[in-house]
């Protein structure tokens, strides 16, 4: 649910619409209790991908990511 919230809260903030395609042709959605946890997590797998490609497509990145760098520096920066 969480991630569906984060997608529409970033097109009613940006405007701009994210095509989930992948994720609505699961069939799935949070609400769906009676599926099974396999499905789920693949419906949210996918979504996430989804999101995250927009994003990286649409806009630059603002902060780059850097593996060697301790999550501590980057939480205090």
């Known amino acids: ?21 992948r994720y609505d042709s699961l069939l799935i959605s949070p609400v769906h209790i009676h599926k099974n946890k396999i499905s789920h997590k693949k419906a ?15 806009h630059n990145p603002l902060i780059g990511y850097r593996p060697e760098a301790h999550s501590e520096r980057v939480a205090i920066k």
């Not at 949210?44 to 649409?58: A, D, P, S, Y």
């Open 1 to 21: 649910m969480l991630l569906v919230h984060v997608k529409k809260y970033y097109e009613n903030t940006i405007g701009d619409d994210i095509l989930t395609g």
């Open 44 to 58: 949210i797998l996918t979504l996430g991908e989804e999101i995250v490609q927009h994003i990286r497509e649409k």
